[in-house]
């Protein structure tokens, strides 16, 4: 166990819907990281968050955004789904803010757009 | 950019040693990292390097790094049928933000 929770781990909705996905750090993490995972991109990181603030986005759409509150839970929300969406969707976080701190990554959410 | 890469699938006898490759293109490289990623489940971590160092040991799992040539394996001795997974290689950069992932070696353990 990575200490990393995620939920819910599965989530069925339609085309044009919106969907908050919720991760919740290790204790005493204060970075968070979100990933996509599909088969014909492999991992893609979306977006960092370190102590509420964002700290670098990678290949995140304009319908994606995300927050990390006071108590360092995060969400990522995505909205107008398409099919192409369908992925799996990883947190992760570390202790610090760059890559010198592993990732700790959940089990992820499952999205099926369909 | 950044890439890394790996060979998209590896098949050993049980038993045997497993070797899974990995190259990376950022010179910067500070930490490099194997992860392991079983059905159904999240990435967990199994071993990383910190880019001064040539090996690492860790029960069965040895990592080699060539800085040089950019170049890093994971060896597993003893592959057991347990082992069958997609094994992913990652680096990061000093002041960087998140590890850039090769697409995942499938290690396919034969009896």
């Known amino acids: 166990d990575s200490g990393v929770t995620q939920t819910p781990k599965h989530l069925i909705t339609a085309t044009g819907q919106r969907v908050t996905l919720r991760c919740s750090p290790r204790s005493g993490d204060l970075s968070v990281y979100w990933y996509q995972q599909s088969l014909d991109q492999g991992l893609q990181f979306l977006i960092q968050?370190?102590?509420?603030?964002?700290?670098a986005k990678g290949n995140i759409l304009e319908r994606f955004s995300a927050q990390q509150f006071p108590d360092l839970h995060s969400e990522l929300n995505l909205s107008s789904l398409e099919l192409g969406d369908s992925a799996l969707y990883f947190c992760?976080?570390?202790?610090?803010?760059?890559?010198?701190?592993?990732?700790?990554f959940g089990n992820g959410t499952r999205l099926t757009v369909t | 950019g950044e890439d890394v890469e790996q060979s998209l699938f590896l098949s050993v006898r049980e038993g045997d040693s497993s070797v899974i490759n990995c190259t990376y293109t950022d010179s910067s490289s500070t930490y490099l990292y194997w992860y392991k990623q079983e059905p159904g489940a999240g990435l967990q971590l199994l071993t990383y390097?910190?880019?001064?160092?040539d090996m690492k040991q860790d029960q069965r799992l040895t990592v080699l790094l060539n800085k040089k040539d950019k170049h890093l394996s994971l060896r597993i001795a003893d592959t057991q049928t347990g082992d069958s997974a997609i094994y992913f290689c990652a680096d990061s950069t000093s002041g960087a933000d998140g590890l850039t992932f090769g697409k995942g070696t499938h290690l396919i353990i034969q009896p």
């Open positions: 968050y370190y102590n509420g603030e964002e700290r």
């Open positions: 390097i910190f880019s001064n160092m």
């Open positions: 992760a976080s570390s202790t610090g803010q760059g890559g010198n701190s592993p990732l700790h």
